[in-house]
């Protein structure tokens, strides 16, 4: 199972001065692009540039919503009731910069000791499952351990999309069909590792859904109704985005394209 627990490793502390509203006059969505900014000039590995990128959710009403996407595919979101677009931008950008700084600490690179103990927890997530616990070379703990090892060195916020590809990989089904076609992981880890997260790997997996929803009518409404609320509740929690997100956006390219674009309401 390629998913990483939420708690203690992986999870965003919350810290009440850096969720003031005052900002101490920062203008927060400025700081943020120069926090990468700075980051690129200083040589990170940012593959896509230091570009920060806003999504704002369409609506004629507040609150709004809107969700920003960091250099390496972290994804946050604006965790206030907002009565303007403006202060959603703002609200997202706060936690986002919040994060980015956090994530300069040592404790936020992927190192051996950090390995054991995400491998370790990853372990307990499955809860009993003696043929997912062990880290051997066929199962998802040791693609995990696989992929830690491979990026040794590089900081959370820099792995996020690579996580979130083998995350969405196994919640859609095609890591087994790869183990079942026989593809070892390291032909897995390698093949995915330099491929970004695009439009044709979500159409790809909407096509998958819309197959599913053909088989068994009915599932993805529910899948979708489903995903919606988890990242309603992951935003206002203040947590990373990416995963959810990418979730509720992939069931909802497939539902469109089999009604035409009608919504459904969670």
Request: charged share 25%.
């Amino acid at each position: 199972m390629m998913v990483y627990p939420e708690e203690p490793i992986w999870s965003i502390p919350h810290i009440p001065a850096l969720y003031d509203d005052g900002d101490y006059g920062v203008n927060v969505v400025e700081a943020l692009q120069e926090f990468w900014q700075m980051k690129a000039a200083r040589g990170a590995d940012l593959k896509n540039g230091a570009l920060v990128i806003y999504e704002s959710i369409p609506s004629t009403s507040q609150p709004y919503v809107c969700y920003v996407t960091l250099p390496g595919g972290s994804c946050f979101g604006s965790f206030q009731n907002c009565p303007t677009k403006a202060e959603a931008r703002r609200s997202s950008a706060k936690i986002a910069l919040m994060n980015s700084v956090f994530n300069e600490h040592p404790s936020r690179r992927i190192s051996d000791d950090f390995i054991e103990k995400a491998v370790t927890e990853a372990r307990a997530s499955f809860k009993g499952d003696q043929n997912q616990e062990d880290d051997g070379p066929d199962t998802g703990i040791g693609a995990f351990r696989f992929m830690l090892e491979t990026n040794k060195g590089r900081t959370m916020l820099e792995f996020q999309e690579l996580m979130t590809v083998f995350q969405l990989l196994h919640w859609n089904g095609s890591l087994k069909a790869m183990r079942e076609r026989q593809c070892s992981r390291q032909e897995v880890v390698a093949h995915y590792s330099n491929r970004s997260l695009d439009d044709e790997m979500r159409q790809q997996m909407a096509l998958d859904w819309i197959e599913r929803e053909h088989e068994n009518p009915g599932l993805l409404s529910r899948e979708l109704a489903i995903a919606e609320r988890e990242l309603e509740t992951a935003r206002l929690a203040g947590r990373e985005l990416r995963f959810p997100k990418e979730k509720k956006d992939i069931l909802q390219m497939a539902h469109n394209q089999l009604t035409g674009g009608s919504t459904i309401n969670s």
